[in-house]
């Protein structure tokens, strides 16, 4: 067990829609990574909060968003759902900042079916 | 341009046989640092090793080991004697200072181990 908990474990839904995902990271640790895994695009980085601040974003579309809470949980907020965005969603944390070496403990994901 | 190829796709071994996942890196960097994951069926991400640019030195842990060469741009993983709890995906990932530490993935090696 890594320590990092994602809610839901599964997600159906209808495209048009808006889902939320819940990542709560190991205690301490005030780095949050959101992942995306996906067949055709493999793992790719979507956004990093740093204590709450955003700290890095990838090739996060404008339809996702993301935030970090004052508790250090993170959502990650997908609309208008369209069925490419049907995935694994990884949360994961490290207890570092923008450090390149920093170790990164992954949730078990929330896999996001559209349909 | 960052970049970690892992050329194979599959592999199928055969229960106590040694197999070796290659792992190629691209950085313009000279601080980055590599990482290996495992993807088991459940589909958690399972950290198992973290490497810096300036530590040549192999790693061996229990079963498995780890080749870092940096003349050849590879840090290829070892495990020997395999068994079937060893079925998996196995990620090797990049993180360096131009993208401060995000993960970049390589598309991953699938591991069948056969009893």
Redesign the interface.
Known sequence: D?GVTQTPKHLITATGQRVTLRCSPRSGDL?V?W?QQSLDQ????LI?YYNGEE??K?NILERFSAQQFPDLHSELNLSSLELGDSA?Y?C?S?D??????????????T?LSVL | AQKVTQAQTEISVVEKEDVTLDCVYETRDTTYYLFWYKQPPSGELVFLIRRNSFDEQNEISGRYSWNFQKSTSSFNFTITASQVVDSAVYFCALSDRYNGDKLIFGTGTRLQVFP
């Open positions: 890594s780095s990574y992942y493999g793992l790719q980085f990093q700290r890095a990838g694994l990884f994961a490290s570092g900042g923008a450090n390149p070496g920093d170790i990164q403990y992954f949730g078990a994901g896999r």
